[in-house]
């Protein structure tokens, strides 16, 4: 069984703390004592384990997004889903119009940070859709599309909410 170290960051799960520069003295230790080759140094570094929980929570961001603008249609006859992704989508465009981060971009920039990246400042959506999309997207027309992607679900929502009472 390899030995359960992470390596970076000066730390290992079992053994502690080590000084910077002994990464490699520290890998010899272990093949030493435990007679293996640390997981760490097997699978993965640190920075590199740092910059796969950044991918994955772009991802979880990029989902989220997504469940806030088009939930409603995945949310037809299951109650307790609609009041979640109403709820989503309040928080969604508050997050989006208000001056406060969000705080999967934030966990994805200390990600990148920890990776050895520099990461981006602003909202997730304005870095994205300014770099991949739409050239200069102006905040703005960000704040406006969250009010047609909330209108839009709530239309989704009174229109069946109405359907039910007739």
């Not at 890998?27 to 384990?49: D, K, S, Y």
């Not at 959506?125 to 599309?145: I, K, S």
Request: charged share 15%; hydrophobic share 50%; net charge positive.
């Amino acid at each position: 069984m390899p030995h359960p170290c992470v390596l970076g960051k000066g730390r290992c799960l079992c053994c502690g703390p080590y000084g910077t520069g002994e990464g490699s003295a520290h890998i010899q230790r272990v093949r030493e004592e435990w007679g293996t080759e640390p997981l760490a140094a097997v699978i993965f570094t640190w920075p590199e384990f740092a910059l796969a929980l950044a991918v994955a929570v772009l991802a979880t961001h990029l989902a989220f997004i997504l469940w806030v603008i088009f939930g409603a249609i995945l949310t037809r006859k299951r109650r307790w889903l609609t009041w979640a992704h109403v709820l989503c989508a309040i928080y969604g465009v508050t997050i989006e119009v208000a001056p406060w981060p969000c705080p999967l971009t934030l966990a994805e920039n200390w990600f990148e940070v920890q990776a050895g990246r520099t990461p981006y400042h602003g909202p997730f959506l304005l870095h994205y859709l300014d770099a991949v999309v739409y050239p200069n997207v102006p905040p703005a027309l960000l704040v406006w599309g969250a009010g047609v992607a909330l209108a839009a679900n709530a239309f989704v929502y009174a229109r069946r909410w109405r359907r039910r009472q007739l």
